[in-house]
């Protein structure tokens, strides 16, 4: 299938700084890219969907300021968390889909963010 | 709005023995079903998934899941089990192809020696 890359894996940085958290589709284009956060042990929650090109659609709750989407190429989306607290620690992850492929969606491996 | 549903938080078998996890949809319209794994820090990996066409759906590592229409469900099964399976799994859903995936909320999986 295709690979998706997820970079950094983990990180740890100061309360009050930003984290940039990279996601790349290897060798497809991703028009479409999602991410996801997910808290220990429970599930995926969705924060945003990602379109190439055009502005982020966050979903209810998340704060667009907060948590800033770039998906400048069909092939790079980027995630910063801008003035990071510790309550945003969590494991982020992104996937990819495009409409031309299979439904299927693939999953970068996770940014584990821990913030001190 | 769509919806699953993993009505078990842990599901532990022995291995050698038959596995099954429960997983139960809302959706509108057809679904594009998916079951994931997980391992520790890890992204998930992809099991098997349902469009259209056979209801009972063959996977990776010898996993497999029916389709239940008028259940709405897509529990996840493997004749027989391995202490290597054990892990988290997710149901997800979607109505469209190209839209996000909306998972349920996980199930441990369990698999003693």
């Known amino acids: 299938g295709a690979v998706v890359s997820q970079h950094p894996s983990w990180v740890i940085c100061k309360s009050g700084t930003s984290v940039k958290i990279e996601c790349r589709s290897l060798d497809f284009q991703a028009t479409t890219m999602f991410w996801y956060r997910q808290f220990p042990k429970q599930s995926l929650m969705l924060m945003a969907t990602s379109n190439e090109g055009s502005k982020a659609t966050y979903e209810q709750g998340v704060e667009k300021d907060k948590f800033l989407i770039n998906h400048a190429s069909l092939t790079l989306s980027t995630l910063t968390v801008t003035s990071a607290h510790p309550e945003d620690s969590s494991f982020y992850i992104c996937?990819?889909?495009?409409?031309?492929?299979?439904?299927?969606?693939?999953f970068g491996q996770g940014t584990r963010l821990t913030v001190v | 709005a769509q919806s699953v549903a993993q009505p078990e938080d842990q599901v532990n078998v022995a291995e050698g023995n038959p596995l099954t996890v429960k997983c139960t949809y809302s959706?509108?319209?057809?679904?594009?079903l998916f079951w994931y794994v997980q391992y520790p820090n890890r992204g998930l990996q992809f099991l098997l998934k349902?469009?259209?066409?056979?209801?009972l759906v063959k996977g990776s590592y010898g996993f497999e899941a029916e389709f239940n229409k008028s259940q709405t469900s897509f529990h996840l099964k493997k004749p027989s089990a391995l202490v290597s399976d054990s892990a988290l799994y997710f149901c997800?859903?979607?109505?469209?192809?190209?839209?996000?995936?909306?998972f349920g909320k996980g199930t441990t999986l369990s698999v003693s020696s």
């Open positions: 959706v509108s319209g057809n679904p594009y």
């Open positions: 997800a859903v979607t109505a469209r192809a190209g839209t996000a995936l909306i």
């Open positions: 349902y469009i259209t066409g056979d209801n």
């Open positions: 996937s990819a889909r495009t409409p031309g492929l299979n439904t299927e969606a693939f």
